[in-house]
């Protein structure tokens, strides 16, 4: 008895709480994560693309770069990648500001947290969704792009017509994957100071001394995240491979 | 003198007139083991050209080698009496010297595949749409109406909003054939049109062939099938270890094998 009006009082507490505006601080911290998961998803598509296309080139110098990629960086913890990103960029910037004299030369220009932190995680993400990317397009059937060449198809109209909606049809499983690898390291940019979800939930925690509630709910709100995408990715799975599955 | 350019052209261009592939000295080797050793074939608008062999012949090898999905070691190409330019790449092997000719050449060569090779994303007609559009930039309204056209005349309109691997593979293949005849090819390459069907399905897809060949199209077929290179083909070339064995009109060869090995090739047939 004692254990459920503790249990009671606890979510008196926490309500009280919310409403005070942390439950408003929470929900910008959400649309923070979803906008850095975005992003750097956007970024490391465009990167993954790239490193896919290097490994699977007949150049021995691009094969290289792009197994180098995703061997640092799906090698290295992302927190390190994190850091050098935003120290070694606001050193960069810094540098470049003072030698144009936009700042003092004493002053130091901070790289922006929301940059550096979408492109340090948007490069990690990059790595794992260059993997993706590659094993798709080894997944195609060879004949269907001999007969793209065979129909007079320039490399532009192949890759156009025939690899990309392939490999994105063959890709959506495992960027579902790589989505949700991504709303969790977003959390790690926490530490650049943007106002993410896992920020905005430790400084609740520190300011009201209820750490264990705010971590609690930060730690429901990402598993609502996580598991609200698996049935999107579901059904964009369901949609691109329709050619494949038996009409109903 | 008069000389007269257009005039002059014309009389070129009319000495190769009734050539619609010409092939001369294709040599290809897979690393040591030499696949084509000096194949030469003619084919005139019109003919259809069955071109038979044993398994490891050379013969799709050969028929590849004409719309460059595989690079020739040596030898010329000429479609409509055009020759495909080649040059001496780096590695010392050959490689086209203009990959747009090499594109707009192949645009008229519309290829049937052994494994059909349709594209698995696309429906049906998007399929008979795609390259007409995309390659020959043909209007896109023009291309459908024709695509149905073509759907009704192989006998598969009713699926034209099917995904390909949701359809037999006679239906497949008819359908393959139909994406050929969109691009209004000046030759069709058929390597193994039927060699990937069950037995109860060739008959479709070589009743359509058999259309294609009554309506005087130049087709070039890689086949296994006696009854058509005897019955529609208006010649039989015969490839034996890389070489040409024996080339002739399709009843006299059958009846009077003009070599051991072209005896012997269709007595296993029989068998």
Known sequence: MEFLSDLQAQFATAYELLAAGWGVQLLWGIGWTLAVTVVSMLIGAMLGSMVAAAKLSQRGGLRFIGESYTTVFRGEPELLIIYLFYYGGTQVLTGVARSTGSIGSTDILNMPSFLGGVLAVGIISGAYQAEVFRGSFLAIQRGELEAARAYGMSAWLRFRLVIVPQVLRLAVPGLGNVWQLTIKDSALISVTGVAELMLTANKAARSTHHSLLFYTLAGILYLVMTSISTPIFEKAERYTSRSFTRPK | ?271
Not at chain 2, 83 to 93: E, N
């Open chain 2, 1 to 271: 003198m008069s000389a007269n350019p257009a005039a002059a052209a014309n009389a070129a261009s009319s000495s190769n007139e009734a050539s619609a592939i010409s092939v001369k000295e294709l040599r290809k080797c897979f690393g040591d083991h030499e696949v084509l050793k000096g194949i030469s074939l003619e084919a005139h608008k019109g003919d259809v050209i069955s071109i038979l062999g044993s398994s490891g012949s050379g013969k799709s090898t050969m028929l590849r080698c004409i719309n460059l999905l595989e690079m020739p070691d040596s030898g010329e190409v000429r479609v409509d009496g055009e020759l495909i330019k080649m040059k001496q790449s780096r590695d010392g092997h050959q490689a086209p010297a203009d990959i747009r000719q090499v594109e707009r050449i192949r645009a008229n060569l519309a290829m049937v595949f052994q494994s059909f090779n349709l594209w698995s994303h696309m429906t049906v007609l998007e399929n008979l749409v795609a390259a007409p559009t995309h390659v020959l930039k043909r209007p896109r309204a023009e291309c459908l109406e024709q695509a149905e056209a073509l759907l009704k005349r192989v006998g598969i309109w009713e699926r034209r909003n099917y995904y390909p691997p949701h359809m037999s593979g006679g239906q497949q293949q008819r359908a393959a054939i139909a994406r050929a005849l969109a691009m209004n090819p000046k030759v069709m390459l058929f390597d193994e049109p039927t060699s990937a069907l069950d037995p109860e399905l060739v008959g479709e897809v070589l009743r359509v062939m058999r259309s294609l060949a009554e309506e005087g199209r130049t087709m070039l077929v890689v086949t296994h099938e006696m009854g058509f290179a005897r019955d529609v083909s208006s010649k039989v070339m015969f490839l034996h270890k890389g070489e040409v064995d024996s080339v002739g009109e399709p009843k006299e060869m059958f009846a009077k094998p003009p070599t051991p090995q072209f005896k012997q090739f269709i007595a296993n047939f029989n068998k």
